[in-house]
């Protein structure tokens, strides 16, 4: 069994993460962190998961007898906890995303198994560049317009997002940064948030070097695909019908204009694909296993 410790086990991305788990039959959940909760049971904190684990105080002691820690801290704090830790680590924080191993398991799977430090890829960055890295090489420009539902921005409400829509970091987002790391085009990224609790959406504008059928490109995501949880659908997809509270990426849309300007959706839903379920692919191929292990039970769903 694989000892596992999460940390930051009371915020919205540490619930996910116990409660998928709490049932993957090669895990064995040890640790759960927290400040705020400290001494009480999950089953008090999280009246719909069963288990009786008390949410503890960080100590590396503890820690470093697990095999593998989750750090589901806010962004700035992974980079403090990770120099004295010894067991493997899936960082979900932004803070190793330039320097260490990109959890993108769709793309860099054959890095991902069997290493020892992964960065978990932020929410936005993974919905943008699933839907363009199979064609990237095709792409001269492509402008991400991209919205997710408040529990983006973890517990603590950053915005007033009741009944609003709001846009930020209009140029200057920190997921920027690693779009520009993995993605070989020029582009534009503009988040936005909206009042419903998660999901999460990216339109991307995509303006292409050469005149290519639809077909063709669909075909390249198709195989590009394969096997993972990221899933060509001939719909535009929303996040309700197809992505919430499932491991999965949906990508959609796939319109072409007179101006040669390619128009695709995608959507996953922030906590899961975007945050928790990623993190549990990633621990899958750490430990060799199959990345889908413990995730088998979530089907896809396709909007009609
Ligand atoms: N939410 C998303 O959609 C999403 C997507 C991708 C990545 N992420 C990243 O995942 C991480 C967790 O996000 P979240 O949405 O779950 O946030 P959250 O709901 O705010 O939870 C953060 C957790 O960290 C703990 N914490 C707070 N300050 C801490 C500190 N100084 N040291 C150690 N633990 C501390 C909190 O628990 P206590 O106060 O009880 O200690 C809480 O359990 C963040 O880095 C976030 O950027 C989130």
């Known amino acids: 069994m694989i000892k596992v410790a999460i940390v930051g086990g009371s915020g919205y991305v540490g619930n996910i993460l116990l409660k998928i788990l709490l049932n993957h039959k090669y895990v064995d959940v040890k640790i759960v962190t927290s ?11 999280f009246p719909e998961i069963d288990s009786e684990l008390v949410l503890s105080k960080f100590n590396y002691k503890d820690i470093n007898k697990m095999d593998v820690v989750f750090l589901a801290v806010p962004h700035g704090k992974a980079k403090s906890i990770v ?9 979900i924080t932004s803070d190793h995303r330039l320097t260490e191993i990109y959890g993108l398991p769709e793309i860099f799977g054959n890095k991902i198994r069997g290493s020892k430090f992964i960065a978990n890829p932020g929410c936005y960055a993974t919905a943008c560049i699933l ?29 007033d997002y009741q009944e609003n829509i709001i846009a930020y970091k209009l140029s200057k987002h920190y997921q920027i940064k ?22 999460l959406m990216c339109t991307a ?3 292409l070097k050469n005149k290519i059928k639809l077909t063709e490109i ?5 195989k ?18 197809d992505v919430v509270n499932t491991p999965y990426c949906n990508i959609g849309g796939f319109e072409l204009d007179k101006n040669n300007q390619l128009v695709i959706v995608s959507v996953i839903d922030n906590l899961y694909k975007g945050a928790a379920t990623q993190a549990i692919e990633n621990m ?3 430990f060799k296993l199959d990345h889908k292990e413990g995730l088998k039970h979530f089907s896809v769903k396709l909007s009609k």
Do not use: W
């Not at 120099?83 to 960082?91: A, H, S, V, Y």
């Not at 363009?132 to 409400?157: E, H, M, N």
């Not at 949880?229 to 019908?241: D, L, Q, R, V």
């Open 35 to 45: 400040t705020s909760q400290q001494g009480k049971k999950v089953c008090e904190v």
């Open 83 to 91: 120099p004295k830790l010894k067991c493997k680590i899936i960082d």
């Open 131 to 159: 839907s363009t890295y199979p064609i990237q090489d095709l792409i001269k420009y492509t402008v991400f317009d991209c919205i997710s539902g408040y529990s983006g921005g973890g517990r603590i409400a950053k915005y």
């Open 178 to 199: 690693e779009l520009s790391n993995i993605l070989n085009f020029n582009f534009s990224f503009t988040p936005h948030i909206v009042n419903t609790f998660s999901g």
């Open 205 to 207: 504008h995509i303006f």
């Open 218 to 222: 669909k075909n390249q995501y198709k």
């Open 224 to 241: 590009y695909y394969k096997n993972s949880f990221t899933k060509i659908i001939e719909n535009i997809p929303s996040t309700k019908n």
């Open 284 to 286: 899958n191929l750490m």
